[in-house]
């Protein structure tokens, strides 16, 4: 069974960057449409970002400009760069994979795996 397993969050300052992974095991994530998803304290899970098995991507318009998703599939990883975060973009963050490969679909109930999630906190 897959399992995804995210990392690279943390605390960075108004302005800087970060990259967050989401890892793979069990099977191979190429096989799959791959959400990044995030959730703030009282707030809906909302999607942020998807990537195709083909590599075509999707963004949320808050996001558009300033991250960037891709994928390696050697790896068997999923990969968000986030730069000029701001405040709003706190919150943490989770990758999901959806079993209908070939296009990316922007909600919750799509997507049949998940992993733990992993903090992003924007702050001086």
């Known amino acids: 069974q897959l399992q995804l397993v995210e990392s690279g969050g943390g605390l960075v300052p108004p302005g800087g960057s970060l990259k967050l992974s989401c890892a793979a095991s069990?099977?191979?994530?190429?096989?799959?449409?791959i959400g990044w998803f995030r959730q703030a304290p009282g707030k809906e899970r909302e999607g942020v970002s998807c990537?195709?098995?083909?590599?075509?991507?999707q963004y949320a318009d808050s996001v558009k400009g300033r991250f960037t998703i891709s994928r390696d599939n050697a790896k068997n990883t999923v990969y968000l760069q986030m730069n000029i975060l701001k405040p709003e973009d706190a919150a943490v963050y989770y990758c999901?994979?959806?079993?209908?490969?070939?296009?990316?679909?922007?909600?919750?109930?799509?997507?049949?795996?998940w992993g733990q999630g992993t903090q992003v906190t924007v702050s001086e």
């Open positions: 990537i195709t098995s083909r590599s075509g991507t």
């Open positions: 999901a994979a959806d079993r209908l490969a070939f296009m990316c679909r922007n909600y919750v109930a799509a997507y049949n795996y």
């Open positions: 069990g099977a191979t994530l190429n096989s799959y449409a």
